[in-house]
């Protein structure tokens, strides 16, 4: 068995998490003409809403989205305006479908996105298990809330709810060349949550990294 580098492995995490730092960080301090519009591409679409962004009242909506760049894209959430102006936030990694789409449920539920920092927080809080190093993100979008409880019955049914549309999704990272995160999938659909070909999954994955080699 080959020891494991320590020094590699402590690079690894150090840039994973200044990757999270910089897109957390990340927000729009006002919301005007000049600010330009990125190309997403969007994956799932929430509902329409008034919600305040950034001190404004807007009628957006929620998304499920990547940037272009296929094994460099991005992958997480963004807002639409009426306008056709928009913002997001995602990682490289990892890039979780279910995650990403409870995360735009949560975004529906909120009265208020502040920049890109709201919807990081929300992505942190479409996870299962949020571990208290994630709690701070949690503990922001309470804050919009009456209590705790209001905003915990909310995240509570949406973690017991699936993307009908998962599939759909899949279909279009892959016509993007967008990996996904497969073990989050399978999790899923171990629990009976999820109906996905985890082994079609796999199997576009190897020939998409072999026609990598090959090119």
Request: aromatic share 6%.
């Amino acid at each position: 068995m080959r020891p494991i580098d320590t020094r590699s492995a402590s690079v690894l995490s150090l840039i994973i998490s200044l990757v999270h730092l910089i897109n957390y960080t990340g927000s729009l301090s006002r919301r005007d003409k000049t600010q330009k519009e990125h190309r997403m591409i969007e994956i799932c679409k929430g509902q329409k809403s008034l919600k305040v962004v950034n001190g404004k009242s807007f009628r957006v909506t929620p998304l499920v989205c990547a940037t272009e760049g296929n094994s460099f894209a991005q992958v997480g959430l963004g807002i639409v305006f009426e306008d056709g102006m928009n913002f997001m936030w995602g990682l490289t990694v990892p890039r979780c479908l279910v995650q990403c789409w409870r995360g735009m449920k949560i975004i529906e539920g909120l009265p208020r996105i502040e920049g890109r920092r709201t919807l990081a927080n929300c992505w942190y809080a479409g996870a299962r298990d949020v571990s208290h190093l994630r709690q701070p993100h949690i503990d922001e979008l309470v804050e919009q809330f009456t209590n705790r409880q209001e905003f915990d019955k909310l995240r509570v049914g949406i973690l017991n709810e699936m993307p009908q549309k998962i599939n759909e999704m899949i279909n279009i990272c892959q016509s993007k060349n967008i990996t996904i995160d497969i073990n989050e999938l399978r999790a899923e659909a171990q629990l009976g949550n999820l109906r996905v070909d985890i082994n079609g999954l796999l199997l576009f994955e190897r020939r998409k990294q072999q026609r990598r080699k090959t090119a």
